[in-house]
Nanobody, 120 residues
Framework: QVQLVESGGGLVQAGGSLRLSCVVSGTIISIDDMAWYRQAPGKQRELVATITRSGSTNYADSVKVRFTISRDNAKNTVFLQMDSLKLEDTARYYC??????????????WGQGTQVTVSS
């Protein structure tokens, strides 16, 4: 079994910062690509940022200057540092990971999400 648990969400004022974490646990061999998604009420889920195992990153245009994705492979953890938060960043943020397991083909797993609310 593989489990992803996000943390770090909360209520923050516009212009503030927040750091999200996602820990992957289970009988895993390694984790390949990891990503953060977000979904606001009534909106489509969107990709926020991705990071490969080697550390290559990619960002949505809306967050490219303000957000930073990183990972700690030894701890099976991915982070999302969010600075200069805007009202439009309000959403539930989900962690996603491509995981290799013993005797299993690689598969994608999702966390339950953590809520980020930005107020004026």
């Amino acid at each position: 079994q593989v489990q992803l648990v996000e943390s770090g969400g909360g209520l923050v004022q516009a212009g503030g910062s927040l750091r999200l974490s996602c820990v992957v646990s289970g009988t895993i061999i390694s984790i390949d690509d990891m990503a953060w998604y977000r979904q606001a009420p009534g909106k489509q889920r969107e990709l926020v940022a991705t990071i490969t195992r080697s550390g290559s990153t990619n960002y949505a245009d809306s967050v490219k200057v303000r957000f930073t994705i990183s990972r700690d492979n030894a701890k099976n953890t991915v982070f999302l540092q969010m600075d200069s938060l805007k009202l439009e960043d309000t959403a539930r943020y989900y962690c996603n990971a491509l995981v290799k397991r013993v005797l299993f083909r690689s598969a994608t797993y999702w966390g339950q999400g953590t809520q980020v609310t930005v107020s004026s």
